[in-house]
């Protein structure tokens, strides 16, 4: 962003452009925050909290609201600022659901107490969140969930069941899509909600993967009840409001701004470079051709996370996340191939239920077997190839017999 500029009008004389005067005051704005609460002496989740409330977690938010109603791009200048002066962070891979996902779609269609209650304790952690979307009849075509919501006065009663759900044993609330209208077509009966994952009703469940650990949970629904106040958008909307969900999560997995050799091209470039013995002519074209392509999606994703900074995220994220799939999983198979007998040992195969998920900071065995699901997490590639053909390339759709049967009537 360049130099820090005390003054809000002029400097030396020059008038200063919007962007100079906002930095500006983002600057004092910061000073103030760490003159009123020291880094070194302040508890972690009271500074968070003060953060928030000085407008500074995310600055494209509204005021009051965690944010400034500033352009996107002024948050890495806060960032770098406060990291600098030594500030914690809120651990965002911990709770990469509720900030990636759930807060914009909360913020997209909440009503102003949703966005007042959820939005603080998410932003800084306290509260952390995990998406009740997928079931097993119900994956790819998403629009098909049984998950059954009836309304009881003011209240409404849940049963059904969920998998593959990240972050669920560590979860407080959860982003629901239950099916509210069983008379209507499959993508008009669907409503949207906020899932209170301590409700007595609620049955966390681990799913051991091909890793060993168990980093996806099942989820069983046992008439769960939740308050209408915690329905987000209208009923019978919950298809436009996932779908806004969905758009974050696929830029959230695929669309991030990044440095030239993150994630998995830079560390099969590390290996390649501090390991000569193992290279061969034909391993060296794989890994240049991936190598190019691996910045051709980094730049890509460059674009797309200036697009997003300008309104809402498209469909353009689902082709890169397509792409990050693709490439995460020819990379980690390069990566074994290149290792040889290294590549063959597995540091550990023990049953964990891990907070986090580090991919680039484990051995090569896990990455090559935790990348099989890259393709699957976040949409399949199947589908995300469908959204991209329709709604980037504008191909006609694939034919939809089931598209005006009530869901009720739908074989299964």
Same mark, same amino acid.
């Given at each position: 962003?360049?130099?820090? &500029?005390?003054?809000?009008?002029?400097?030396?004389?020059?008038?200063?452009?919007?962007?100079?005067?906002?930095?500006?005051?983002?600057? !004092?704005?910061?000073? !103030?925050?760490?003159?009123? /609460?020291?880094?070194?002496?302040?508890?972690?989740?009271?500074?968070?909290?003060?953060?928030?409330?000085? +407008?500074?977690?995310?600055?494209?938010?509204?005021?009051?609201? +965690?944010?400034?109603?500033?352009?996107?791009?002024?948050?890495?200048?806060?960032?770098?600022?406060?990291?600098?002066?030594?500030?914690?962070?809120?651990?965002?891979? !911990?709770?990469? &659901?509720?900030?990636?996902?759930? =807060?914009?779609?909360? @913020?997209?269609?909440?009503?102003?107490?949703?966005?007042?209650?959820?939005?603080?304790?998410?932003?800084?952690?306290?509260?952390?969140?995990?998406?009740?979307?997928?079931?097993?009849?119900?994956?790819?075509?998403?629009?098909?969930?049984?998950?059954?919501?009836?309304?009881?006065?003011?209240? %409404?009663?849940?049963?059904?069941?969920?998998?593959?759900?990240?972050?669920?044993?560590? =979860?407080?609330? =959860?982003?629901?899509?239950?099916?509210?209208?069983?008379?209507?077509?499959? /993508?008009?009966?669907?409503?949207?909600?906020?899932?209170?994952?301590?409700?007595?009703?609620?049955?966390?469940?681990?799913?051991?993967?091909?890793?060993? *650990?168990?980093?996806?949970?099942?989820?069983?629904?046992? *008439?769960?009840? &939740?308050?209408?106040?915690?329905?987000?958008?209208?009923?019978?909307?919950?298809?436009?409001?996932?779908?806004?969900?969905?758009?974050?999560?696929?830029?959230?997995?695929?669309?991030?701004?990044?440095?030239?050799?993150?994630?998995?091209?830079?560390?099969?470039? *590390?290996? %390649?470079?501090?390991?000569?013995?193992?290279?061969?002519?034909?391993?060296?074209?794989?890994?240049?051709?991936? %190598?190019?392509?691996?910045?051709?999606?980094?730049?890509?994703?460059?674009?797309?996370?200036?697009?997003?900074?300008?309104?809402?995220?498209?469909?353009?994220?689902?082709?890169?996340?397509?792409?990050?799939?693709?490439?995460?999983?020819?990379?980690?198979?390069?990566?074994?191939?290149?290792?040889?007998?290294?590549?063959?040992?597995?540091?550990?195969?023990?049953?964990?239920?891990?907070?986090?998920?580090?991919?680039?900071?484990?051995? =090569?065995?896990?990455?090559? @077997?935790?990348?099989?699901?890259?393709?699957?997490?976040? +949409?399949?590639?199947?589908?995300?190839?469908?959204?991209?053909? *329709?709604?980037?390339?504008?191909?006609?759709?694939?034919?939809?017999?089931?598209? /005006?049967?009530?869901?009720?009537?739908?074989?299964?």
């Amino acid at each position: 962003m360049g130099a820090v &500029i005390m003054t809000e009008d002029v400097l030396d004389g020059d008038v200063l452009t919007a962007d100079e005067t906002a930095l500006a005051k983002l600057s !004092r704005r910061v000073e !103030r925050l760490l003159d009123a /609460h020291d880094p070194a002496t302040t508890d972690r989740l009271d500074f968070l909290r003060a953060r928030f409330d000085a +407008g500074l977690a995310w600055v494209h938010f509204p005021e009051g609201l +965690g944010g400034r109603d500033l352009p996107r791009d002024f948050q890495p200048f806060v960032d770098d600022l406060l990291e600098a002066a030594g500030a914690p962070d809120n651990d965002p891979r !911990r709770n990469g &659901i509720g900030l990636g996902m759930a =807060a914009p779609t909360i @913020l997209a269609f909440g009503t102003e107490e949703q966005k007042r209650r959820f939005l603080k304790p998410l932003w800084t952690g306290e509260e952390v969140w995990c998406q009740l979307f997928s079931e097993p009849g119900a994956g790819s075509d998403l629009a098909a969930v049984a998950t059954r919501a009836v309304r009881d006065g003011d209240t %409404w009663v849940v049963n059904g069941q969920k998998v593959w759900t990240s972050s669920a044993h560590t =979860a407080r609330f =959860a982003i629901l899509l239950a099916r509210t209208d069983p008379d209507v077509p499959k /993508h008009a009966g669907l409503s949207y909600f906020l899932c209170d994952m301590t409700d007595p009703g609620v049955d966390v469940r681990p799913l051991r993967q091909l890793t060993g *650990e168990a980093e996806f949970n099942e989820v069983f629904l046992s *008439e769960v009840r &939740i308050p209408d106040s915690y329905r987000l958008g209208d009923e019978g909307a919950g298809w436009q409001v996932a779908n806004a969900t969905l758009m974050n999560e696929r830029v959230a997995i695929g669309g991030q701004a990044a440095p030239r050799e993150s994630g998995m091209v830079g560390v099969v470039a *590390e290996t %390649w470079r501090n390991r000569p013995e193992l290279r061969t002519p034909e391993l060296h074209d794989r890994l240049m051709t991936l %190598w190019v392509e691996a910045e051709v999606a980094r730049l890509t994703g460059q674009r797309l996370s200036q697009k997003v900074i300008h309104g809402q995220p498209g469909p353009e994220g689902s082709a890169m996340k397509l792409s990050f799939a693709r490439l995460a999983q020819q990379l980690s198979g390069l990566e074994i191939e290149l290792l040889g007998e290294d590549g063959l040992r597995y540091s550990s195969w023990t049953m964990v239920r891990p907070d986090i998920v580090e991919f680039t900071g484990r051995d =090569a065995g896990y990455r090559y @077997l935790r990348a099989k699901g890259n393709s699957i997490e976040g +949409g399949t590639s199947e589908i995300l190839r469908n959204i991209v053909a *329709e709604r980037v390339l504008g191909l006609p759709s694939e034919p939809r017999t089931d598209k /005006h049967l009530a869901w009720k009537d739908l074989p299964r």
